[in-house]
């Protein structure tokens, strides 16, 4: 606060404070002092009136005498500040008294000295009158001068000398403001002569300061102030003199300047119309990387759309072999085309990222089931290993890092002619909210050299170029995996030397999921002995891992001998096991000798399970008396797996005599609210040699699954009533209640988002596959969930996907013909049945649109999707999808969607109505 202050302010601070500290402490003493005084003379005075009282009235009170008491009362009353005077006789009944009442209570008394006692607004005396007070007044001499004949009382009253010290304060008060105020004055025309000379200080360095150079200050009127003037005048003259030195120098750089910028904005010009060129050269090479990736997928879809309709009619061998070149051909550069296409995507920075929540064991898995058939082809073994301390839960875009990874372990294969392909996922870094992941994909491959290292992330590359035409590649999609792991935030490298195999490894932290409830009930498989016979190293103690997270106490072996020898002893010794797990191959245990295997084992009361390669899951069909119970494909699937095991061990489970042999047909229950959906898949399960039976609600798949036993169901989703997902549920029920083994359960549905494969999953479905489906999709589908191949897979490979169009037609009878098959009357039958329910289908969403009513709405144009699906409407197809993302995901933009929709349906029965033929005829 202090510092705040002027010199005005500090001036008069510095006069007024002590002066009036001081004027203040001595006024207050004085005046204390001089009240005290006039305390003291009061009480003095009261003090001494009681003692002249005393032998006047001495006389008076020893003879009685009330009335010569009365006058001297009255008498005494007319000294200053006697308020009431009273004489008492010795007992101090009173006798005479004059004035008001005494206000002050009567003080104590010895009877032989005066006694006092003040208040706030009097003080009383009490003052003994004894036979020496007479003596004094007639001169008799008493015989005892310590008589007491009586008393005086006198009070004296205060206000008389309050009045007079408030006099006394008021004249002091005023004598110390007068003071005061004077000497305010005097420090008022001090602080000006100081001030002004200041202020004139103050106006000339502010002129300083606006570059007028030229001031110069006047004499001050002081010795101090005029050398602060003269330095400040002489500082002005050099700062004068620097800035005219200063301006020559500055106009001799600005020419120097102004020349060497029209030198650089010359250059500059020219680096940025180079810049503007190369900008606009990507932008072109961007532009027409996609453009052209869309331009070449719309024939090749329709090449190998006919390809494979072709591949249906009569054909020489000769003929045959050409088609299979051809569709070899267009689905690798169709691989290609995808590969541009996201890579495009990458450089125009338009690839966006999904944060959902996934399973990093079951998509490692799922990686390695889909590229089992072709590591398999080549004999190679292929190992997940997941370490215990790794969080399983976590939140990313699984799609894409599924992408990178299937690219890795592809790669692997292309690369390796013998030996085994390792997958291992381990924690870096635990938080509480995030890990730090490490995937590493190692194979024992042919290995770089440091030359093939430098340029393995670069585009169009390969590390080595001569093993591109073996197997093939554009060298896009290590660029591609890169750059999506650098977008997810991670990082990948490799480590590799020739001829010794390679290790590619991605670094990556992801957010951790909220665990869910989802696992498999394990409580079947804690304690049981379960005997593992893997020749594989690592993948025997893969399996093992997989083996104790179910609680089983796993005893492994290299030797299959080794194994029986274990069971014998372990029988003898009273402690048969529970299970045996055989992986067997060709190679390691023919099926002749795992079928002798397998029935010494049952003989023994060991229950048990084979996993061989998905490339001979045929060939060992015959060895176990359940293959849809106790045949699975390698690598092991760790959900498909435990539930094995536990239907295995599972008390009720009684095994059917009978044998399975490889031509068995498959029998599947097929499950769909849309009829043309459901002729579909009945149509191509049927041709393909499966044994199927179609219904067309929940209830009826309940009731068909009460009469006869299936290998595999396929479930629609969504359909009125009790849907796919009630459906599944009670079926789960019923199985737990009757103790017998699950029934593989696929769902199948025209449309869903990212995150509703999981719900599904948690649901008690084993699988799921979108719509449109092909032969190819059901037949792998059939084999991997059940075992049996169906007869004519090999045969039949139509791709049903829809292939890209500039312009989405209202009707497209090549597309229909193609998602029936080529069969012309099946393609026939579900259009009509299309175009017949459209009305209805119209209506029905018009209802619960009106009615505001999301649930039925999203029902009735998933139903709609679903007949598109098979159908070759594409436009309608298209609205429809539209439409069930909006509406699924809540978007504003549900409303649009849903009159395009509307218009959709209109567009295509006005286009049906017109046509003079039909389509299929």
């Not at 001494?48 to 005498?65: C, H, S």
């Not at 699988?767 to 449109?772: E, R, V």
Request: with cysteine; aromatic share 4%; charged share 25%.
């Amino acid at each position: 606060m202090f510092k705040d202050l002027g010199i005005k302010g500090r001036v008069l601070m510095l006069t007024l404070l002590p002066t009036s500290m001081l004027a203040l402490v001595l006024g207050g003493y004085f005046i204390w002092m001089q009240l005290s005084d006039m305390q003291r003379q009061l009480l003095q005075r009261g003090q001494m009136i009681a003692e002249q009282l005393a032998p006047l009235a001495a006389p008076a009170l020893q003879k009685g005498d009330a009335a010569l008491l009365q006058r001297i009362a009255s008498t005494a009353l007319e000294q200053p500040d006697v308020r009431a005077v009273s004489f008492l006789q010795p007992e101090r009944k009173r006798l005479a008294h004059a004035g008001p009442s005494m206000m002050t209570e009567a003080p104590a008394s010895d009877g032989l000295h005066l006694s006092l006692l003040s208040g706030s607004d009097a003080s009383r005396f009490l003052l003994p009158v004894l036979q020496s007070h007479r003596m004094l007044a007639d001169d008799a001499a008493p015989a005892d001068s310590d008589e007491l004949i009586g008393w005086v009382e006198l009070e004296v009253s205060h206000h008389g000398t309050l009045i007079r010290g408030y006099r006394s304060l008021c004249a002091s008060l005023l004598l110390i403001v007068t003071g005061l105020i004077v000497t305010a004055l005097t420090a008022l025309r001090m602080s000006r002569a100081i001030n002004e000379p200041l202020w004139r200080i103050k106006q000339g360095v502010a002129q300083l300061k606006e570059g007028r150079l030229e001031t110069r200050l006047p004499p001050l009127g002081s010795h101090e102030l005029d050398e602060l003037a003269a330095g400040i005048n002489r500082m002005a003259e050099a700062l004068q003199n620097a800035q005219e030195e200063l301006q020559h120098n500055v106009d001799q750089a600005t020419e120097d300047l102004r020349q060497t910028l029209e030198t650089i904005e010359i250059q500059n010009i020219e680096l940025d119309l180079a810049r503007k060129e190369a900008l606009e050269a990507s932008r072109i090479k961007s532009e027409f990387l996609a453009n052209m990736s869309h331009e070449i997928r719309t024939p090749l879809n329709g090449i190998l759309g006919f390809t494979n309709l072709l591949q249906k009619s009569e054909l020489t061998s000769r003929q045959q072999d050409y088609l299979n070149t051809i569709e070899k051909s267009a689905d690798s550069l169709l691989s290609i085309i995808n590969e541009i296409l996201d890579f495009s995507k990458i450089e125009a920075g338009k690839l966006m990222l999904e944060h959902i929540p996934f399973n990093l064991r079951d998509l490692l898995e799922d990686v390695l089931t889909i590229l089992a058939p072709s590591a398999h082809a080549k004999q190679l073994e292929l190992v997940s290993l997941v370490y215990r301390d790794t969080p399983l839960h976590l939140i990313g875009d699984p799609l894409r890092l599924k992408q990178v990874l299937t690219n890795l372990v592809n790669n692997a294969i292309k690369f390796t002619y013998d030996g085994s392909i390792v997958v291992r996922a381990m924690v870096e870094e635990d938080a509480e909210d995030h890990a730090q992941l490490r995937i590493s994909v190692q194979d024992t491959g042919i290995g770089l050299s440091e030359d093939d290292l430098h340029a393995l992330f670069q585009a169009f590359s390969q590390a080595d170029n001569s093993m591109s035409r073996q197997a093939g590649g554009t060298g896009l999609g290590l660029v591609i995996s890169k750059r999506l792991i650098e977008q997810m935030g991670g990082e990948i490298g490799v480590e590799s030397s020739p001829d010794e195999g390679s290790e590619f490894w991605i670094s990556l932290t992801l957010p951790k999921a909220q665990e869910h409830g989802d696992e498999v009930v394990r409580s079947a498989l804690n304690d049981r002995r379960i005997l593992l016979f893997e020749p594989h190293e690592l993948a025997r103690q893969a399996i093992q891992h997989q083996l104790e997270e179910f609680g089983l106490h796993v005893q492994g072996f290299d030797s299959i001998d080794a194994l029986a020898d274990m069971a014998k002893q372990l029988r003898n010794g009273g402690r048969a096991p529970d299970l045996a797990l055989l992986c067997v191959s060709t190679p390691s245990l023919n099926p002749e000798q795992s079928r002798g295997h397998v029935e010494m084992l049952e003989h023994m009361g060991c229950r048990t399970m084979l996993l061989c390669p998905t490339t001979e899951q045929s060939l060992f069909h015959g060895c176990v008396p359940d293959a849809g119970l106790q045949l699975q494909a390698k690598p092991a699937c760790t959900m498909k797996l435990q539930k094995g095991l536990s239907a295995l061990l599972s008390t009720d489970v009684t095994y059917r005599s009978r044998q399975v042999t490889q031509g068995r047909a498959p029998r599947i229950l097929c499950v769909d609210d849309n009829p043309a959906n459901l002729l579909l898949v009945h149509t191509l399960l049927g041709d393909m040699g499966a044994q199927v039976k179609a219904v067309e609600s929940g209830l009826a798949a309940l009731e068909a699954m009460e009469d006869e036993e299936y290998d595999l169901v396929f479930m629609d989703v969504q359909m009125p009533g009790m849907d796919g997902r009630q459906t599944t549920d009670e079926i789960r029920r019923r199985e737990a209640l009757n103790g017998t083994r699950a029934t593989p359960i696929v769902a199948l549905t025209a449309h869903a988002l990212a995150n509703e494969r999981r719900q599904l999953l948690q649901g008690g479905m084993d699988d799921y596959l979108t719509k449109p489906i092909n032969e190819r999709q059901l037949g792998q589908v059939v084999l991997k969930w059940t075992g049996l191949s169906l007869q004519s897979l090999d045969k039949r490979t139509i791709e049903l996907a829809s292939p890209e169009r500039s312009e989405i037609l209202v009707l497209d009878p090549e597309e229909g013909l193609r998602l029936a098959a080529g069969k012309a009357d099946l393609a026939a039958d579900m259009l009509d049945m299309l175009l017949a329910s459209l009305d209805t289908d119209r209506q029905a969403i018009r209802q619960a649109r009106d009615k505001q009513d999301r649930e039925a709405l999203i029902e009735r144009v998933h139903r709609l999707h679903g007949a598109t699906r098979y159908c070759g409407t594409p436009q309608l197809r298209h609205a429809c999808q539209q439409c069930e993302t909006l509406l699924k995901q809540n978007d504003p933009g549900a409303e649009q969607a849903l009159d395009k929709l509307d218009a959709a349906i209109y567009t295509l029965a006005t286009e049906a109505r017109q046509l003079s033929t039909p389509p299929y005829s």
